[in-house]
């Protein structure tokens, strides 16, 4: 028979073993969020988009890997295009996921990628019919204005 102090022992060992292990795993993940593109995916409030933005800049300047820097441009792209981001780019975030798409090979091919690429240039072209019709009123109101100065000297 085992003696009991003898198994107290082998658990305690075994439980530091596993709690060791445990918050090793923690670290790395929370480094790995702290330090990577990745770290977007935290519940940001509205005021903190334009700080994670300035983060994400930064690592596609500064990241000794390619593929972080590759990484950073999807997500960049995701926070100016975020519901809660105070200041949207959708202008932005078009120029940063085409340039992820450049550089990923396989990106073009994810639904998510595709879908947001198609609907950044759809809101691109709407902008811009957009700003052709408010051109095109100021136009209209101006000879209104005209027609009716006209209208009235002829009085």
Known sequence: MV???????????FLFCVLMLTTAG???ILQRIKG????????????EYSMEIMRLNDVIKSHP???ERIKARYHLSS??????NPKKDYKKALEQLNI??????KAIKQNDVRNCLSLLREIER???????LNQTIEKL??????????????R
């Open 3 to 13: 003696n009991r102090a003898f198994l107290k022992k082998v658990i305690k060992v």
């Open 26 to 28: 923690c670290t790395q």
């Open 36 to 47: 990577t593109p990745e770290a977007f995916t935290l519940d940001l409030k509205p005021d």
């Open 65 to 67: 890997r390619q593929s």
């Open 79 to 84: 926070l100016y295009l975020s519901y809660k």
């Open 100 to 105: 992820y798409i450049s550089l990923d090979s």
């Open 126 to 132: 709407l902008d811009s019919e957009n700003m052709e």
């Open 141 to 154: 109101q101006t000879l209104d204005f005209q027609v009716e100065q006209k209208r009235k000297s002829y």
